[in-house]
């Protein structure tokens, strides 16, 4: 992704923050049970958090007990997640971009991102994660993607509506099982800072309404940058095949890949 894309589709997720925290699905209980085990996680825990969004993730490491510093680019979803978290007087959510952000004298325990690493500057985010961790500390990532299951057929035919209202849309595209896609640790094994990556995976479906999943596509930054007249259509198109033919309703099968290592001395 080049690095204009990156950063005028990172700040469209903004536009419309209440819709994002309602449709998008919350990641699996026991991706936090694998990151407690991996990372330490323990009351007391420092963590920072890159990219917290609306707090989906955050609520999990607030209700283990951890001091939380999440950092949010969007001054809407920071706000959404003030008020999500406003329980939670240890957890802090700061309004920056993280590659600009100045960090605080005192280490941090685990750097935790979830579904928005890629968003921010591959010359920056594993130098600037290890420089926020104390030495032993963690870094873990989350990597979601959409994969092979669910209503297979519908996504074998919406890719019709992909290619007629998405001109990025490479012709014939196919959904993967989860075991085709390879592991994300190249950056993680090239830096200095860092031992061996451990990596643990979940799947897990979601059902949708066709209200519901028009909502959850509306959420995605490269649907939402689409000329209006080619969303609407792209929207229309999907919405008519979920009720034509799926009866109002489809599942989408997600995998999320939890990526943890440590910082060395």
């Known amino acids: 992704m080049a690095e204009s894309d990156r950063g005028r589709l990172r700040q469209i997720f903004d536009e419309d923050a209440e819709l994002y925290d309602q449709a998008r699905p919350a990641y699996p209980a ?26 989906q993730a955050t609520l999990p490491l ?16 920071a706000r959404v997640a003030r008020r999500n978290l406003a329980r939670f007087p240890l957890v802090e959510v700061v309004t920056a ?7 605080p004298a005192r280490p941090f325990d685990l750097v935790f991102c979830a579904t928005a690493f890629h968003w921010i500057d591959p010359a920056v985010r594993v130098v600037k994660s290890a420089a926020a961790l104390r030495p032993g500390g963690t870094l873990a990532t989350v990597t979601t993607h959409h994969v092979l299951g669910g209503t297979v057929d519908f996504f074998v035919a919406v890719q019709d509506c992909y290619e007629r209202f998405d001109p990025a849309t490479p012709p014939g595209l196919r959904l993967s099982p989860a075991a085709a896609i390879p592991v994300d640790g190249a950056e993680i094994e090239e ?23 028009v909502d959850v596509l509306s959420t995605y930054s490269n649907h939402r940058d689409l000329p209006p007249d080619a969303l609407a259509g792209l ?9 034509g033919r799926h009866d109002g309703h489809v599942t989408k099968r997600y995998m999320a890949e939890l990526r943890v290592a440590r910082r060395l001395p």
Do not use: K, N
Not at 36 to 50: D, Q, S, T
Not at 63 to 77: Q, S
Not at 193 to 210: C, K, L, N, Q, S
Not at 235 to 243: K, N, T
């Open 235 to 243: 929207l229309g198109c999907v919405a008519s095949l979920i009720d």
């Open 62 to 77: 607030a209700e283990m007990g951890c001091e939380i510093v999440a950092v949010e680019l969007g001054t809407e979803m």
């Open 30 to 55: 026991a991706l936090f049970q694998d990151l407690a085990e991996l990372a330490g996680v323990r009351p007391g825990c420092r963590v920072l958090e890159i990219g917290c969004g609306t707090g």
């Open 97 to 103: 971009a993280f590659e600009d952000w100045p960090l």
């Open 191 to 213: 830096s200095p800072r860092f031992g061996p990556p451990v990596f643990r995976r979940h799947e897990w479906d979601v059902p949708y309404t066709t209200a519901r999943y």
